[in-house]
Nanobody, 127 residues
């Protein structure tokens, strides 16, 4: 199983980026897929997640209205469209996945509850 995160880069404040998370060896259809981020010296934090079946989405308060998570079944890929980026959004962004049933009893906001992780992609937002 491999998750491949991509799409990070450098952008000025107010700009946009789209991150992608592609899976191999795993079909997202039974999974929840999340995005987390980790800034230097800080803990990894939840950004957003999507339940593949049904498409229900979840967002951290600090990205609501700015970020949108979506999925493409044909490509087995999850996207995170990030707009109105701020310098405080600078971080390494990770995608993660776990079986949807995991979150019937565990928090989707906790990184420890995700079984599979991508390698991370760096997003740098300059002021």
């Amino acid at each position: 199983v491999q998750l491949q995160a991509s799409g990070g880069g450098w952008v000025q404040a107010g700009g946009s980026l789209r991150l992608s998370c592609a899976a191999s060896g795993l079909a997202f259809s039974s999974y929840d897929v999340g995005w987390f981020r980790q800034a230097p010296g800080k803990e990894r934090e939840f950004v957003s997640s999507i339940r593949w079946s049904g498409g229900r989405t979840y967002y951290a308060d600090f990205v609501k209205g700015r970020f949108t998570i979506s999925r493409d079944g044909a490509k087995n890929t999850v996207y995170l469209q990030m707009s109105s980026l701020k310098p405080e959004d600078t971080a390494v962004y990770y995608c993660a996945a776990s079986l949807a049933a995991t979150f019937y009893s565990r928090s989707r906001y906790a990184p420890d509850n995700y079984a599979y992780w991508g390698q991370g992609t760096l997003v740098t937002v300059s002021s």
